[in-house]
Each structure stands twice: as C-alpha cells, then as structure tokens.
C-alpha cells in the first residue's frame, strides 16, 4: 500500500509522458512486439486493504474483482474483524489477515506486540496471515492529496520477532512492507523465523537483483508483485514501455515461479473504481502472458492458495 516514495513522484512524471509515448512515438521495428496472449486464468489478490476508514465494503472488492476475473482476495482487516467478518460471509474468496494501522505496527496497542493476544487470535482462526505489516515505508503523496509520513520500524524489531514466529507456528504467511534498501533488516527477521513464510510485499520496491540474492537464499522468503505497475509504482514498473517485461524482471519470475504473487494494492478512493482495476488486472495479465504458462499460474494463484488457501483444510 502507499507506495509513492517522493523519488518514485519524480519518475512518475517521466514514465507518465513515456507511457503516453508508447502509443505513437515508437516505431514498430523499435518496438519488440509481445507476441504471447495475456494471461486468461484466474488470479488471487494476495494485496488488499479492507479499511474501514475506506468505506469500500467487501461486496465492492468482489463486484470489481468479478469484473475481471479475480477469484478472491487476502483481506488485510483495519480493524482487523472486517476481514473476519467477510470471510465468514465468502468463505470461499477471503482469507482474513491481520492488519495494523500505518503508523501503529509496534504502538503498545498492536496485535503485533501483544503475543499472548496475538496467539489467541490465530488459535481461534480469527485472521490466517499477519500484514500488511508496515516496517520501512517511503513517504508519499498521490493525486487527490493523499499523503503519508515515512515509517521506520525496522524488520528486525525485537518486539516483531516473536509476532513472526507465531505465524510461522500456525503456518501462516506473514505480509511486510519493507523498502530494499533496508534488506539487510529484512534477511535479519527472515533468519530468526525460518518456518515462517514471509511475503515481501511490492518486492520491496528494489531491483531483481537485490530479490534474487534473498530469494536464493531463503526459501521462506515470496514476494507480491503489487504497487510495481505504471499507475501505483511507476519508478518501480516491471515492463517495458511496450509492455514487454524487464529482461531482469522475466528471468527472475523464470527462476523463481512459486516465489511470487499478483497484488492489486488498492487503497485510495481513485483506485475503487472498474476502470483503475481493469487496467491494473490487464498490465498482470499481459506480464503473465509472457511466462511459461505454468509459471504464470503459479504467480497469478496456485501460490497464493499455497501459502493461504481460502478454504482451512477439513
Ligand atoms: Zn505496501
């Protein structure tokens, strides 16, 4: 969620111009044609914020998601009950997470820190994931004014470690917003928990490189997709501006295919609405579609039912 960091704004005004480019500016020899299909098989949300500051209720997310094709959703819960509740209701397209306010991932009152609390809470089945946790978050300001301070708790913070080995108890996967620069904090938590698998939400905004160097190394370790596209993470897309995916991007996804997730990452009113999601669902398809297609049915579900199937197991 709330990806821009002021770095990113700057290049967002660059890709802008270069995406509008695209259409007309480049030649056709200049422009390596994406000859695969799009990706036309289902896809699961494993990045959605179910706020009810928002007012966007889950029979929303659902009505956007049947308009294009997406099965279901992991419900980040603010409060943490509404994922609850919504998944009590679509038992069968929710997975209820649990969720902290932006600046509150480590206050006193954080299911996070509250590990007895947080304990009784995963028992009972009341949230299957924790996160999105936010950790190290850029600041920033998207169109319309919305707008957010830095955060800085890092991923190795001694009161989360426990918080991760608890998930890792029930099997839970947990959701950590993190920027790469800060990888190394990342690798610290993923080394303290090693049965806990941990999703590193928007890849941590950073290159393939940085990934790779962590996903060979911890196999706890996945990654969503999300806030990486033209409209949400312009600075960090993973296409070219004719679509076709960063050479970088396309042999890391190869290598790695039951590593990553699909994320829609939808928090701000614009983002709500049938047009934003259609173009977000369409750019994941046409990445996708540039996969071998098993691979891409890894990324745009099989892994996120792995990690966090809808139905819990009779
Ligand atoms: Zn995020």
């Not at 500016?25 to 390596?32: D, E, F, I, T, W």
């Not at 959605?48 to 009505?63: K, P, Q, R």
């Not at 190869?254 to 994320?263: A, Q």
Request: some cysteine; hydrophobic content about 45%.
């Amino acid at each position: 969620m709330r990806v821009l960091c002021l770095a990113l704004l700057f290049v967002l005004s660059i890709g802008g111009l270069g995406h509008r480019a695209s259409g007309g500016v480049l030649n056709a020899s200049a422009r390596p044609s994406v000859q695969r299909a799009p990706y036309a098989g289902p896809i699961v949300d494993t990045h959605a914020h179910l706020e009810a500051e928002s007012g966007v209720t889950i029979d929303t997310f659902l009505a956007l998601y049947d308009q294009v094709g997406v099965k279901g959703g992991w419900m980040m819960g603010l409060p943490w009950m509404l994922a609850t509740d919504a998944w009590e209701r679509y038992p069968d397209r929710v997975v209820p997470f649990l969720a902290e306010e932006y600046t509150e991932t480590v206050a006193p009152q954080s299911v996070y820190v509250n590990h007895a609390a947080l304990d009784d809470l995963l028992a009972g089945g009341y949230g299957r994931g924790l996160g999105e946790m936010i950790l190290r978050h850029s600041p920033f300001r998207l169109a319309g004014g919305y707008s957010a301070g830095a955060t800085h708790v890092p991923a190795d913070h001694p009161s989360l470690l426990p918080a991760y080995a608890l998930a890792g108890k029930y099997g839970l996967p947990v959701v950590v917003h993190q920027e790469a620069a800060f990888a190394d904090e990342l690798e610290r938590a993923l080394r303290s928990a090693p049965d806990t698998q941990f999703v590193w939400a928007h890849v941590g905004h950073g290159p393939a490189g940085t990934a790779r160097s962590l996903l060979a190394r911890y196999p706890n370790l996945h990654a969503d997709l999300s806030a990486r596209t033209p409209w949400l993470g312009p600075g960090t897309v993973l296409t070219r501006l004719d679509g076709t995916l960063q050479p970088e991007w396309a042999a890391l996804l190869s290598e790695f295919p039951d590593r990553f997730t699909i994320g829609l990452d939808m928090f701000a009113p614009q983002h709500y609405r049938p047009d934003h999601v259609r173009n977000t669902v369409q750019y994941y398809r046409g990445l996708l579609g540039q996969l071998d297609p098993t691979a891409a049915e890894a990324i745009a579900y099989r892994n996120a039912e792995r990690l966090a199937p809808f139905r819990l197991p009779e």
